[in-house]
């Protein structure tokens, strides 16, 4: 379905009933990443899919894709949607989203599942690597960037092995745009420094992530565990940066779990 009341229009879907959980998924992916452990989930909760700003189906906008555009975005359809208060999941970029969230409108907030993210700010080499890439990302095209990012996001077990989970990976992030993905870009290389923000959130919380992510190692994980109070660190075998598709089924027993005990 397509959300048009905000400032963009927003492509989303909503999956079964019972208390919302919105999920938000990583760069250049769109609300499909979750499909693998929406069965795990949707006979219990009502879990709202957006595809994110400049991603999937929904529209770029203008000028860098923000953490505050994207808070700014799920709040509007979660009102569209007459949904008050929910439990918050976001890997990568989402989980980048949720900080944003959390500092804009945590009254809105039941709980929160950071899956491969981390708190800390971009160093000045990272956002110079950023927004070198999103030059590159313009001339070359969506494709290349996959091409470029797939090894990085894998476990090496599932390069060589699961071809059937690296292909449903390239397909969830074909539907980007170059612009959308450049977009995106520029907005991470500015994404606030959250590690300050981890002390305030009060809600239970659940980190997640794969023992073989390159882009948020294991180290970064636990920082959000330590800086949380009485967060819960879960670490998934054989799975990195996109561990919810790699692993679907420990993915959402865990998540199921940690929801099930949070999620009201």
Excluded at 126 to 155: D, F
């Amino acid at each position: 379905m397509i959300f048009e009341g905000g400032k963009v229009s927003q492509f989303y879907e909503v999956r079964g009933t019972g208390p919302a959980v919105v999920l938000l998924h990583p760069y250049p992916s769109d609300h499909t990443f979750w499909l693998p452990i929406v069965p795990m989930l949707e006979a219990r909760f009502r879990l709202v899919l957006p595809d994110l700003r400049g991603l999937g189906r929904s529209a770029v906008g203008d000028g860098p894709t923000t953490m505050q555009q994207i808070a700014g975005d799920v709040l509007g359809l979660c009102d569209a949607l007459g949904i008050g208060r929910a439990a918050f999941v976001g890997c990568s970029v989402g989980g980048y989203a949720i900080f944003e969230l959390w500092r804009q409108a945590r009254e809105r907030m039941n709980s929160l599942a950071l899956l491969d993210t981390r708190a800390g700010v971009e160093s000045e080499d990272g956002r110079r690597a950023r927004l070198k890439n999103a030059e590159e990302i313009l001339e070359r095209g969506t494709e290349w960037a996959v091409e470029q990012m797939l090894p990085r996001l894998l476990s090496p077990v599932t390069i060589q092995s699961r071809s059937d989970v690296v292909e449903k990976v390239v397909a969830t992030m074909r539907q980007a745009t170059a612009s959308g993905m450049a977009a995106m870009q520029r907005g991470m290389a500015q994404r606030p420094d959250s590690l300050a923000t981890l002390a305030s959130i009060t809600v239970p919380t659940l980190v997640l992530g794969g023992e073989d992510d390159q882009p948020t190692p294991v180290s970064e994980l636990e920082i959000l565990a330590r800086g949380i109070a009485g967060a819960e660190l879960k670490i998934v075998a054989k799975a990195g940066h996109l561990a919810a598709m790699e692993q679907p089924e420990e993915v959402g027993r865990l998540l199921r779990d940690f929801l099930e005990r949070s999620a009201r």
